[in-house]
């Protein structure tokens, strides 16, 4: 079986709790970029994920906010960016 992986925009997101990524992820996160540097890069930040849950999603808000462990509303975002934008998320985790 053939895909057509053409119609699939070429977007790399990360998720951190904020802008800085740790030394010790800045390899996993240069890989990516070194290896797809066409695809735009996009680093979600704990605020991002939140806003963007509010802005697309707000009927979940209550349930995201109500997770007792930031790891948990982390996790359900990545399956909301995927479908959102229809894309692979990739897991480094800080």
Known sequence: MKYDISSIPKI????GKNKHVPPNC???????????PDWE?????DVD?????????PWFLPI???YPENIMRVD??????????????????F
């Not at 790399?12 to 998720?15: E, Y």
């Not at 890069?41 to 930040?45: D, E, I, N, S």
């Not at 359900?76 to 985790?93: D, G, P, Q, S």
């Open 49 to 57: 994920n939140r806003a963007f849950i509010s802005q697309h999603y």
């Open 26 to 36: 800045v390899p996993l996160q240069r890989t990516w970029l070194t290896h797809h």
């Open 76 to 93: 359900a975002v990545r399956y909301f960016i995927l479908y959102h934008y229809e894309r692979a998320v990739c897991r480094f985790r």
């Open 41 to 45: 890069y996009r680093l979600w930040t």
């Open 12 to 15: 790399i997101h990360q998720t």
């Open 64 to 66: 995201y906010d109500s």
